[in-house]
Structure formats: C-alpha cells, structure tokens
C-alpha cells in the first residue's frame, strides 16, 4: 500500500512537471501584442460571410503545420474574403501551428465577426479583409512599443544603430527574415511572406527609422508597421546565452536565425530541470526509505 501510494506520489509529479513545460513553451510565442478590428460588421443574414471566414480560418490552420506563410481566397464573387497568417522566422512548424491555431478563436472574441481583422501575437499574426475593404500603406504603423528604461551616453545609440544597419542588410539575404546579436544589442526584422527582397529592405528602413524617433534612448522597443515588423533589445551586461529548439528553414525565407533571449525560454529551461531533479529525489528518497523499512523488518523477523 505504501509502495503504490509513493509511486502515485512521484507520478503525480512528473505529470505536473510536464504541464508546466507545456505551459511556460506556449507563453514564449503566444502572447497578445495589439488587435486592430475594422468599425463595419459583416451584413451576414444568409450566412455566407460566416461560411467562407470558417473555411478560410481552417485553411490558414491547416497550411501553418507546412509552412510559415499563407494567404488564401475564400468564398463566392459576393462573399470574398482574403485572409493570411505569418509566423515569427524562428518558430518551427509545430509552434507555428500552435500559435496560429489560436488565432482564429481571438479574432472572434476580440473583434467579433467584423469585414476586417488583424491579431498580432508575439509568434504569429493573423489578418484576414473581405473584398472591397479600403487598402492602406504598407509604411504605415500600425503599433508600436518602446521600454521603459532609458540609456543614454554610453555608445548605445551608436551600438543599436550598427545593429539596425546589420538587420536591414540581413533582411534582404535572408529573404524576409532576419535575427542576430551585435555588441550586447540584440535585433530581429521580419517581412510579410509575399514582400520582394527590395520592398522588404525599404519596410524594414523605415521602421528602423521609426524606431530611432519613437523609442529614442529606450533600450528596447517595437514597431509594427503593415507590411513589416522589427524589434531589437540591448543588454548592458551581455546577452544571455539560450537554447533554442526553433528552426530557421522556411518557405517565407529566413536569415540567421536567433531567437529573443529576453524570452522566457532560457528560465523555463531552468524551472523545468529544478521541478524534474526534485521529483527524481523525492522518488529516489521513498526508494531508499521503503529498503531500510524491509531491511528492518527482515532483521525483526530473524530474532
């Protein structure tokens, strides 16, 4: 009886240590940056619109599990609707499918069934428009985020700019994509997937550009604009060295490919081998418990 409820016991932490690996792996690429919803919502009586937005969001889920990139048309001449989803360069094309496959359900909840939608988390995006909705600038910004800490006076700006000029010219080699660390300033530029090199690399100047106006001496920041995104972190005392299981291949292109060390990965490696070694130890003390419990028991039987 002891014996099963030791092993119930030590199971049970097992299977609580594999929740939090499933809990803190999700966080690092699924959290929501900014949703933009259109004002107008679908003239829907006959269902159609709801029919062809179903189909498309099961098509985009459906392609994220094969690639980084995908852009559709779905429904009738009246009832078009045109939808893609992109994934972050880095991601593999299991955590790809993870975060897209929750984009379809945040879109409903967030925006409801409006003509246009667009959710942006920190792995993916998600945008879909029906035919005919007004059309924007590729330049235009639609988020932005700076830290809040500044620096100033100690060559940051100088670093960060190197860093900047070293992304822009790694977008158009990695064909959309493009991640790397330069003197303690981490950068990382990404294109939507249907974006030529030329375009791509005029995009991402421009959010830079952005970057150095709106976040001036933060050390960290983010723009958003239409057609492309940057992000970059500087780190005083070095970047933090981390593991990463993200591939770089993709169909949408990819540069060299260096995941955000300000992720939480590197942490969750940590919480996860101090939760696992303790379960190990618990089991290893019941083990070393029950045998001195039989071996006191086989010495009172002798006398």
Excluded: W
Excluded at 47 to 66: D, E
Excluded at 117 to 123: H, K, W
Excluded at 175 to 194: K, P, R
């Amino acid at each position: 009886m002891s014996l099963s409820i030791s092993l119930l016991f030590l199971t049970s932490l097992l299977l609580f240590s594999d929740l939090s690996v499933i809990e803190s792996a999700t966080t690092e690429y699924t959290t929501l940056i900014y949703k933009g919803c259109a004002k107008q919502q679908f003239s829907d009586p006959s269902g159609l619109y709801s029919q062809a937005l179903s189909a498309m969001f099961g098509s985009l889920v459906t392609q994220s599990t094969k690639t980084r990139f995908y852009k559709t048309t779905t429904g009738t001449s009246q009832t078009t609707i045109t939808g893609l989803f992109q994934c972050r360069g880095d991601l593999t094309n299991h955590d790809c499918y993870n975060c897209v496959s929750r984009l379809p359900v945040l879109s409903d909840k967030l925006c409801g069934k409006t003509i246009a939608s667009r959710v942006q988390l920190s792995g993916c995006y998600l945008l879909y428009e029906v035919a005919g909705f007004s059309q924007i600038s590729g330049m235009e910004m639609l988020f932005k985020t700076c830290g809040k800490n500044n620096i100033a006076g100690t060559g940051f700006e100088e670093r960060r700019d190197t860093a900047f000029g070293v992304m822009q010219n790694g977008v158009v080699s990695g064909h959309g994509f493009y991640a790397t660390t330069y003197e303690s300033v981490y950068v990382l530029g990404q294109c939507e997937g249907d974006v030529g090199d030329s375009d791509c690399s005029g995009c991402v100047k421009n959010a830079l550009e952005k970057a150095q106006v709106e976040c001036g001496t933060a050390i960290s920041g983010q723009i958003y604009l239409h057609k492309c995104f940057i992000a970059y972190s500087y780190y005083p005392n070095g970047v933090p060295r981390r593991s990463s299981s993200s591939s770089s291949s993709s169909s949408s292109g990819s540069g060299s490919s260096s995941s955000d060390p300000s992720s939480s990965t590197g942490a969750t490696g940590k919480t996860v081998a101090i939760i696992v070694g303790g379960a190990a130890g618990v089991g290893f003390l019941v083990i070393c418990l029950l045998f001195a419990k039989n071996l006191m028991k086989k010495k009172h039987d002798d006398y």
